[in-house]
């Protein structure tokens, strides 16, 4: 231990403990912008810097160590100008057009001007003056706003590992931006978003789809209907000052039917269809010798991932739609069918927690008799958006019910919402299917959790299953790595490209909550917990619908509305 | 011929990085896209990454230079003898702005810190001659004896075929 004083209160620290760290342990807050817990730190912005006494400049708290008997002081005069200046020259070259910025409210160079109490323009020149990327339909960069704090560089680097982007030129001319500067349509991003979730400014955002679904909505013709991925009832209370991980189903759903959406549905539903397929998908490629191990399809980023980095490995992707695609090719089908409604009348909207789900229902290869299964997707921040414009007051709204038949689900679909979730719901369901008994201890606590990679080999009958899930794109390539090698011959691979799974995707709140994580994935197992049926398979709505319409799971018209193909993206690129 | 370049230095070593691209750009004279994706590859980075790199460090071009290379010399001397009017008077003459190629890739304009010459300032530099004591006045001058050397270079071309 060591002992040192930080603004004259006695402080002891471990070592090698940055003087920031020490600093918080006895609530003294100093401010950071490039600063990333758990990964080293680059000391770029500045913003943290304190004084030392015995040193000649201000020295940057995130990345210098304590040291016995050191005198800091973190509020003195010339620190705080120091801070000041910083914060001063990077408001100057920034457009300062909060009015209309979708991050109003939620910024943090917005609450650093704020704190030290921005009154004047002291340094006015040049500012930086480039385009905005438009060129995907999931996200929009916006090198104007951007402060060049590397965060979103470091997230997609070190922690997804894809390198989509990275600074480029130096200087004035200093840009994030992606190769050539050609758009991120054209670059390896596969639009998780988790860039958008560290930026702190708005010089990463979503696309939005507010005013498509809005003027669809007043359109007469048009019946519009929602739908709710599982990760959005766990998270979307956090924007209202509900405590993390509170269970807003009921209210989501009223709130929706408000806004003037026709029917609202569960993605659950479809999800406990995906089990369905899934499973006897699986089953057949271990009976039939097919190619394995088959990875799931569910997280269009990990698709994309697959598609742009090993298109060899195709063939090992699941062949079923992820959920929210099946729920609109099953709306447009057999419910539009039931309802006598036009396919062609039916505007889909998906609510979910992510930005490549925008990608993903624009996807060719999503459709059904050529009309695309989903319309518009809108991201977890979007709704809340529409729910401030409409006047919706979340607090005071009543509880309501999904429409049906395709509003029921099990606790299975529930937890599909995080890592591990779509493992542990397929397992549920391919033990009834290969031994015909109910599983009597539902949780597979080997496969929860936060760990980038979790293994686990699962008695099935006579069968043993070497099953891994992978959380979070970053820690993919040791995986397929691992498969190359062939070491341990894998049956079933769940991926999913955020850290933690949907429930931390790129479409949810935004704020730097290191325990938010957690809490979600609670609330996600909790809901599940309390379910009275658990299991895919026993869904009434999934039996009737498969008695009606789909004969069987992975029956021909299964096939044609429920499966899909996948594109080898390294030859579009080049 | 790139894989020849990369022969000398170790796979998937990013502190090659600098070192590769300085090959590649003394064979084909600035890094063509093509070939950074190649570096990347070779090196398992990111193009993003390679592409940042080769945009940091001023000896890097992702362009190839034009036939002649126009310098402007924008040191102390330089500057205070006006040779931002020299160089801007190039930039109306040629229609490019510094650090760009003519579209006939006839001529690239660059601005130079020092050329060492403060006592002929302003100094601009094409490819081995020193111009001295610049005035805007001559530029044109200048500029009409490389284009004439270009005409007589392809008709004694197309002549000899």
Same mark, same amino acid.
């Given at each position: 231990m060591i002992e040192l004083t930080i603004n004259n209160i006695k402080v002891q620290a471990e070592e090698n403990m940055t003087i920031l760290d020490a600093a918080k342990s006895v609530g003294i807050h100093i401010p950071t912008l490039c600063h990333m817990k758990d990964l080293f730190p680059t000391?770029?912005?500045?913003?943290?810097v304190v004084e030392v006494d015995g040193m000649k400049g201000l020295i940057p708290s995130c990345s210098y160590p304590v040291a016995e008997g050191m005198e800091i002081k973190t509020n003195s005069t010339r620190v705080k100008n120091a801070r000041k200046t910083i914060v001063e020259l990077l408001v100057e070259n920034h457009p300062q057009d909060c009015l209309i910025c979708v991050r109003n409210g939620n910024c943090e160079l917005q609450n650093l001007a704020k704190k030290y109490s921005l009154?004047?323009?002291r340094y006015i020149g040049e500012k930086k003056n480039h385009a905005i990327d438009i060129s995907s339909s999931s996200m929009e960069r916006d +090198?104007? &706003?951007?402060?060049?704090?590397g965060r979103c560089v470091r997230t997609c680097n070190?922690?997804? &590992? /894809?390198?989509a982007i990275d600074f480029t030129n130096?200087?004035?001319?200093?840009n994030v931006t992606t190769p050539y500067n050609k758009? *991120? #349509? /054209?670059? @390896?991003?596969?639009?998780?978003?988790q860039c958008i979730l560290v930026c +702190?400014?708005?010089a990463l955002r979503e696309r939005s789809s507010t005013k498509e679904v809005m003027n669809a909505i007043s359109n007469k013709n048009k019946f519009v209907v929602a739908q709710i991925a599982p990760a959005v009832r766990a998270t979307i209370g956090e924007e209202y000052n %509900? +405590? %993390?991980?509170?269970? /807003?189903t009921g209210q989501l759903v009223t709130g929706l039917r408000r806004l003037g959406f026709k029917r609202v549905f569960d993605t659950n539903f479809s999800a406990d269809l995906t089990i369905m397929e899934e499973a006897s998908e699986l089953a057949d490629r271990i009976i039939n010798k097919k190619v394995l191990p088959m990875f799931t399809s569910c997280c269009p980023g990990w698709v994309k991932y697959l598609e742009h980095?090993?298109?060899?490995?195709? @063939?090992? %992707?699941?062949t079923c739609k992820s959920p929210h695609e099946m729920e609109g090719a099953v709306l447009k089908s057999y419910y539009a069918k039931k309802m006598g409604i036009d396919p062609k009348d039916m505007y889909v909207v998906s609510i979910m927690p992510c930005t490549v789900k925008k990608f993903e229902s624009a996807r060719?290869?999503?459709?059904y008799n050529k009309i695309q299964d989903v319309d518009a997707v809108l991201t977890t921040r979007e709704l809340v958006r529409l729910f401030n414009m409409m006047g919706?007051?979340?607090?005071?709204l009543p509880e309501d019910e999904f429409d049906n038949p395709l509003g029921e689900s099990s606790g299975a679909a529930v937890i599909?919402?995080?890592?591990?979730g779509v493992m542990e719901a397929a397992l549920r369901t391919a033990y009834f299917n290969i031994t015909g008994k109910e599983l009597? &201890? *539902?949780?597979?606590? @080997?496969?929860?959790?936060?760990?980038?990679i979790k293994k686990s080999i699962i008695h099935i009958g006579e069968m043993e299953l070497n099953v891994a899930v992978v959380n979070g794109i970053g820690n993919v390539e040791q995986m397929i790595s691992e498969i190359k090698e062939g070491k341990i011959k894998y049956h079933f691979i769940e991926v999913m490209a955020c850290p933690g799974g949907c429930i931390n995707g790129g479409g949810q709140p935004i704020h730097q909550k290191p325990e938010k994580v957690k809490k979600r994935i609670q609330a996600l197992y909790e809901i599940d917990q309390k379910m009275?049926?658990?299991?895919?398979?026993?869904n009434v709505s999934i039996q009737n619908i498969y008695k009606e319409? %789909?004969?069987? +799971? #992975?029956s021909h018209i299964a096939h044609n509305i429920l499966h899909t193909s996948y594109t080898d993206r390294r030859k579009l690129i080049k | 011929m790139v894989e020849q370049l990369f022969q000398k230095y170790e796979p998937s070593?990013? =502190?090659n990085l600098i070192a590769i691209l300085q090959d590649i750009q003394n064979v084909f004279g600035y890094l063509p896209e093509n070939v950074i994706q190649q570096v990347a590859d070779y090196l398992k980075l990111p193009l993003s990454s390679v592409y940042g790199v080769a945009t940091f460090?001023?000896?890097?071009?992702l362009k190839p230079l034009g036939k002649n290379v126009i310098r402007v010399c924008r040191g102390t001397a330089c500057h205070v003898k006006e040779s931002e009017n020299i160089l801007s008077a190039l930039e109306l003459e040629l229609k490019i702005k510094a650090g760009e190629t003519t579209r006939d890739k006839l001529f690239t304009l660059e601005t130079v810190a020092? !050329?060492?010459?403060? =006592?002929?300032?302003?100094v601009v530099n094409i490819n081995d001659e020193y111009y001295g004591r610049?005035? !805007?006045?001559?530029i044109p001058k200048i500029l009409k004896k490389f284009r004439l050397e270009n005409k007589a270079q392809i008709k004694q071309n197309t002549g000899e075929e």
């Open positions: 000391g770029a912005c500045r913003i943290c009154r004047e323009h +090198p104007a &706003k951007c402060i060049l704090c070190e922690i997804q &590992k /894809v390198g130096r200087g004035f001319r200093t758009g *991120l #349509n /054209v670059s @390896d991003c596969i639009l998780c978003g +702190p400014t708005a %509900l +405590p %993390l991980g509170s269970n /807003v980095n090993h298109p060899e490995m195709i @063939d090992n %992707l699941s060719p290869e999503l459709n919706i007051d979340f607090d005071d599909f919402g995080t890592s591990g009597e &201890k *539902l949780e597979f606590y @080997d496969i929860r959790g936060l760990e980038g009275s049926n658990r299991k895919s398979y026993n319409f %789909l004969i069987e +799971p #992975n | 070593n990013r =502190s460090y001023n000896q890097f071009r020092c !050329i060492g010459a403060c =006592s002929i300032a302003p610049v005035t !805007i006045r001559e």
